[in-house]
């Protein structure tokens, strides 16, 4: 089946520095990639649709700058968060359908838990 | 807006009961509707789809249907086991596959 990695799982980080989350999709080809984040007891918010080769599109409300989005290549989609702070602690996960048909299910990564002390 | 409401509580029942899940959306008529599982500190895996033809769907225990009149999915659990114990999402989608997702329900599934 398909498989998407997340790494790394867990992080900890110093306010102020940046931190880099790679989402790959491992035996498939994914010209999008989701980013979501997730606080505890709450569902999925969708951050930004990345998209290979182009721009990623960032939902209302993300700040395109300090959620940075890089989708390089048809495998490998990075979120960076710029100049961390303690707010942006939370469980980061990105997602990936390996059809093109419109009700493909998302295959997830399993998530990145970032600590901005 | 769209909004999605699954069932607030969370959910505990006994070993070999049936667990009933619920997924309610307004302002949306999606073409179907999705099911994931998740465990703590994990990413969700997709369980089942269901489309708006579709009344019912089936996979082993699981158990899926789909009123578009009443806006409500219903997913169930039969003979549930202490490992089915996790939070299960419904998702319903949005434009070029990105999904809108639920609240989530946390089952327990007491030995």
């Known amino acids: 089946g398909a498989v998407v990695s997340q790494h790394p799982s867990r992080v900890i980080c110093k306010s102020g520095t940046s931190v880099k989350i790679e989402c790959r999709s491992l035996?498939?080809?994914?010209?999008?990639m989701f980013w979501y984040r997730q606080f505890p007891k709450q569902s999925l918010m969708l951050m930004a649709t990345?998209?290979?080769?182009?721009?990623?599109?960032?939902e209302q409300g993300v700040e395109k700058d300090k959620f940075l989005i890089n989708h390089a290549s048809l495998t490998l989609s990075t979120l960076t968060v710029t100049s961390a702070h303690p707010e942006d602690s939370s469980f980061y996960i990105c997602?990936?359908?390996?059809?093109?048909?419109?009700?493909?299910?998302?295959?997830f990564g399993n998530g990145t838990r970032l600590t901005v002390t | 807006s769209q909004k999605i409401e699954q069932n607030s509580e969370a959910l505990n029942i006994q070993e070999g009961k049936t667990a009933t899940l619920t997924c309610n959306y307004t302002?949306?008529?999606?073409?179907?509707l999705q099911w994931y599982r998740q465990d703590p500190g994990r990413g969700p895996v997709f369980l089942l789809l269901i489309r708006e033809n579709e009344k019912e769907k089936r996979k082993e225990r699981l158990k899926v249907t789909f009123d578009t009149t009443l806006k409500q999915s219903l997913f169930h659990i039969t003979a549930s086991q202490p490992a089915d114990s996790a939070t299960y999402l419904c998702?319903?989608?949005?434009?070029?596959?990105?999904?809108?997702f639920g609240t989530g329900t946390s089952l327990t599934v007491i030995p």
């Open positions: 998702a319903l989608p949005n434009t070029g596959n990105q999904f809108y």
């Open positions: 302002n949306y008529s999606p073409a179907y």
């Open positions: 035996d498939f080809q994914a010209t999008t």
């Open positions: 990345s998209n290979e080769g182009s721009k990623a599109t960032y």
């Open positions: 997602s990936a359908s390996q059809g093109s048909s419109y009700n493909s299910p998302l295959h």
